[in-house]
Structures are given as C-alpha cells and as structure tokens.
C-alpha cells in the first residue's frame, strides 16, 4: 500500500487539480433557458417514449412551484437557472458501438482520466459506463454480463430496450417532487446508467460509471438507477471530474437504488469535481439526491462516499429501510479545503422490524472551508427491534475552518437502540513531528495522518479505489498547511 | 545555546560537545528542561532559539527541518510517544526507512525486503510481532511503546540518537532489554544521550559523560561516577549548591 506512497508525493507535488483539462469535441448545445419546450425538446432529442413526456413535464410543474432548500449550512450564490444550457453533448455520434467510431480526442479524454475505454486493456474487469456532458459515451463489457442477465447500459438506452422496466421502478425511492433539484432533474435529465442485475445473481465484476462535464455554461443532470432483484449482489462504483473554470458550474443528479428481498447494493463515490481555486472561485455546484429502498426483506444497501471535489457539496445518500430485517450503511469522509463547502450526511429511515443501520462520517476541514454532517435517523412506531449506530468525527486543519454536526434522532417505539458518537479532533502537531523526526514530510506525514483519520471509510472501498481515494485525499489538503 | 518558550527562558547555558562513538548522560530532576534540549535538537515547533548554535557534522542544525535533520541521522526517543490512529505501524515505518534510504540515494525497499529486514530487527529488542500490524503507538502498554521507539531506532541506524527517558515505565526485564538493543546498536560512529532521572539504566547503557541539567543549566559535569554519586545524594546537594540561580 505505501508503494503509493511515493506517487503520492509525486503527485502532491506536481499538480493542483489535475483532471481540470479541456477537451475540444464538438458538442451540440442547446439554446440556454429553462421552459416546458426545452423539456419537450429533451425529450425529442432523447426519442423517449411517451410516458416520459408526461413524467418529465409534471417533474417540470412541480419545480416551478418549488424553491431552492435554503436549510443547510450552506452559502449558495443565487443561481440563474435562465443561463444555463440543459442540454449538452458530443456531436459525433450519440453512442458507438465499436472504440473505432469513437472521437479519438474523447478516448483520450478517458485515457488521461485513468478510465481506459479498451476492455482488454482494463485494469481488474470493471464495466464502465462513461458520460460526457450528459450522455453516455460508452459502456464496456456489455456482453459479458449480459450472459447473465444483467443489463447495463446507458439510460437512454434502457428507455429505448427496456422501457418497462424503467416505467417500473423510476421514481420508487425518489419520487418526482421530493426536492427542488430532483424536480429539477426529473424534468430535464440527459442521461445516466442502468442497471439490473436478475434473481439470484451475483455481479462478477464491479459496474462504474464515469461521469465527465466537459463543455461549458451547461448544467449536468444525470440520472442512475439501480435494481437488484431478489438475492442478487452487485457493486457500483461512480467518480466524476469536470475541467478548471472561473463560473460555477451545476450538477444536479438523482440516483436511485431498489433492493428485493436479500439483495446487496453496495454504492461507492469517489466526488472530485473541481472544487474550484484557492480564492474561491469557479468550482461545480453539487446538489446531489441519492436514495436507496431496502424494499425486501434482509436487504441490503450500503453507501461509502469520498467527497473530496466541488465548491458546494449538498448531498445525502438514504436509505429507506422497508423490509424486514433491511440493513443501510453510510461510510462518508468529506474534505473541504480552501473556500469550499459541504453540507453532507444521511438518512435512515426504519420502516421495518428489526432493521438495522450504521453511519460512519469523517469530516476534514482545512482552509476557510466550512463542513457540515447533517443525518436523520427515524424510527417509525411499528419498527420494533431497529438498532442505529452513528458515529460523526471531524478533523480540524488550522483555525479559520469550520466543523458542524447536526444529527437529528427520531425514535417512535421503546424496543430500538439508537446510540451516537461525536468528536472534534485538530491535527496533532505533536503527530506531525513524530513523523517529521522519522524522516517524514510535514506535507507527507499530513496525507498518512488523514488516511488514516478516514482509514475505516476507505476501506469499505473497493481496491482500487482505496488508492485513489488516498491519493486524493493527500492531493486535496496540499497547500493546507505551513 | 539559550531557549525560551513564549519569552520564558528554559535553556540559559548550554554547553555540550559530543564525539562519535561518545555516551553521554543527561540527568536532572523534573522540569529542568531536559526534554526540551531534546525537543531543540530534533527541530519541534514551538521553542525560540535565542543565542548560541548547534553544529552537526559540520553543518548548522538549527536551520535544517525536523525530517531533513531525522534523514542526517538524529533519531529521538519520544519520552511521550505519539499515537496516530489509523495508520498501520508496518506502513508508517516503511515510509520512514524509504525515506532515509531516498535520502542517500538508495533505491527503495520492496514490501517483502521491509519485512524482513522487520523480523530482523524486531528480535533486537524482542517486540511482539502483532504490534506492528496495530496503528502507529496505538493500545501499546507504556513498556511497549519504549520498546517500539528502540526499534524504530535499529530500523533507521541514526548517527546520533537521544533518548528521552526511554528508561521510565520500564520493568526491570524491559530495561535489560531495551539496553541490550541501544548497546547492539553502538558503533564508533554513532553517538547517544542518553536522558535519565536514574542511575539504573546507566548500569546498562554505560555512559562516556554525565551531565546534571537543573533550570535550564549544565551544572555539573564529569565521568560515571557522577550519576553514582546523584543516586546516593539525590538531587538535594545539587538544588542547595545552586539555590541562588534565578
Ligand atoms: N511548551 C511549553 N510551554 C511553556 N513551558 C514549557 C513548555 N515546554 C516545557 N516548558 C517548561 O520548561 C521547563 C522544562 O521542561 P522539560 O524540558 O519538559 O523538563 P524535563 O524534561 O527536564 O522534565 C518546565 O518548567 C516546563 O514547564
Ligand atoms: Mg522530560
């Protein structure tokens, strides 16, 4: 693992956000603005079918009724949703079935981004499914897991082959108006993943998609949606870059997760959208709704983020907790440095008997940055038995950061436990001198330090992300200190 | 060389010139500022440095950073030693020996070349083998955290080493073999100071010098016979001899 160590520090010391290149593609953008002719118009590019219409434009009215969430400990600018362009994508050709068809400047993209779109060249056999400024580029290894039975593909594609199965379970665990910005993405999302993975069956391989903002003055809005029939498993992993700009950019994504009976979804974010430079400027606006049903019985929906990109992180991944025995799991560790802000946590809400959850958030603020945990855990009255454990720690860097917790507990019967822990702890000049006097770099010993602050999260990740992960984390707090 | 703390004076006096291959004790009672002469020397945060010098191999120390000083050789046994939760020991210690090795231009050792060259040293001063899969000081009882400082010690081969009562919290079984494995460790290269309230583990470790700091002060020095002569009297004699220092 300390292999990486030396790239690490390589890497620490080479660059400021390195993912925030440009690429020249020709992209078609539709005229900025929001009304119910671009919704329309959306769909029409898309070739949708018909109930998407109506899903979309009621998706629409609700949004126009609503109003930002102004609740989270947050400072937005205001945000002129009449200048943004709700459509973007690469000219070319809407998906390729061969890599020959792809723009070469695109697989390059990808290639400098370390997601390589060649399977044979990939690393340990994940499928990726990559999405350029809303639209899905290319999705890998298709056919081999559709031996199984699994669909994975884009979701354009899925309204196109599956329409039934969409109309089925879109909007289960995040129905249209749950929020502003689901509304929001409800009404003019361009694309996203689909997954499905039958009765009995076990992923073989990690399913990630790749999501990219390229182009300018355009809002990204994706949308992925995840089955896991009954006794079926699966592990899905998203990560997510978007070039240096001095405007804000927005990202609104919806992402929903439906567990049958004795099914696993494990769900794992790596968020390094540009956060946005040292003065606070430019940076993506990251409203994100993340929801997972646990709808059958013993299922199981597990939730690992790290947060480490974005100028404004506002995101709660949840978990309704339907079934019997249901288990939701939240592992978070979210970085803040500079002037960057995140108001992040969950929800777990205990509708069955017996259910169970775990929340473990690591907050690390450096910089002016501001971090907030917020997290309900709910207890209906007929959830007898439900045990919650949530345990909240922040780590200072410096004293012009700040750290927040607001946990809200609910607890509707006698027979559950609910236990929570918090701490605030500030890097230890003391921890950083034993390992300067080991030979250690202050800025080396601060990257070992943090890891292992957020070790119990990072290892919930699956391997190869661990490294990343770690990585980025070091990345992220250069400058932080000194 | 003068000392002080947020304009508190703790080091007004010192005077001290160590050679290679030299043992040197510095002993004195309680907040006579002996871990804070340490602390200067391994470059901490937090002191300010106002007259005299330290020269190291030639060079200026206190100008050089903490790690730079750490990769020229000058290993300090934490009397406190730092926990940090979550970062293995096998990892952290690793990075340490790749860093020194960075440093002389060596290539860097593989994970299995680590390991071994880990058994190896680990017998030096007979450390359970679990405790360096723990996080670094993490749970360790305060005899194994001693322990582990003096393995960390024979995994970084330092010129010059301090230790900071490395004796204290030691059984006597511990103490033996703490200063076995200082003693294992001693060439006509390197050099030691060995910091100590007592005597007794100046019957292992066998020193060159003793030196009596008391208010910041080097009050006394002389050959082994000093530290005898401490255990005999206590350190009574020596607070009436200076009783009017400031
Ligand atoms: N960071 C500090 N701030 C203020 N006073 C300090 C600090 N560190 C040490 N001192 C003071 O300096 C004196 C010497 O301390 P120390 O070097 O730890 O002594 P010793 O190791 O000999 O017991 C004590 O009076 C102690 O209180
Ligand atoms: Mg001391």
Redesign the interface.
Known sequence: ???N??NILHEVTQSDYKYGFYTDIETEVIEKGLNEQVVRTIWEKKGEPDFMLEFRLNAYRKWLKMEMPDWAYLKIPPIDFQAISYYAAPRKKPKYESLDEVDPELLDTFNKLGIPLEEQKHLSGVAVDAVIDSVSVKTTFKETLAEKGIIFCSFSEALKDHPDLVKKYISMAVPVGDNYFAALNSAVFSDGSFCYIPKGVRCPMELSTYFRINAANTGQFERTLIVADEDSYVSYLEGCTAPMRDENQLHAAVVEIIAMDRAEVKYSTVQNWYPGDKEGRGGIFNFVTKRGICRGESSKISWTQVETGSAITWKYPSCILLGNNSVGEFYSVALTNHHQQADTGTKMIHIGKNSRSTIVSKGISAGVSDNSYRGLVKIMPGAANCRNFSQCDSLLMGDKCGAHTFPYIEVGNSSSIVEHEATTSKI????I??????????E?AIG??V??????VLNKLPMEFAVEAQKLLAISLEGSVG | MCVSVEGKEILNGINLEIKAGEVHAIMGPNGSGKSTLANVL?????YEITAGEVTYMGEDLLVQ???DR??KGI??S?QY???????PMV??????V???RK?RGDK?LS?GEFLKLMREKKKLVELDTELTNR??NEGFSGGEKKKNEIF?MAL?EPKLSILDETDSGLDIDALKIVAHGVNALKSPETSTIVVTHYQRLLDYIVPDRVHVLYKGRIVRSAGKELALELEEKGYDWIKKDNANQP
């Open positions: 693992m300390m292999e160590q030396d230890g000049e003391d921890q001198f034993y390992c300067n006097q080991r030979g250690i770099s202050t080396d070992m330090i890891n292992g602050y957020a070790r119990e | 391994a470059g901490k945060d937090g950073a903490p790690e750490a990769r290993f300090l934490f030693p730092v926990e940090i939760p979550g970062v990892s952290f210690l690793k990075t340490a790749n860093e020194h440093f860097p994970a996080s670094v960390q970084l």
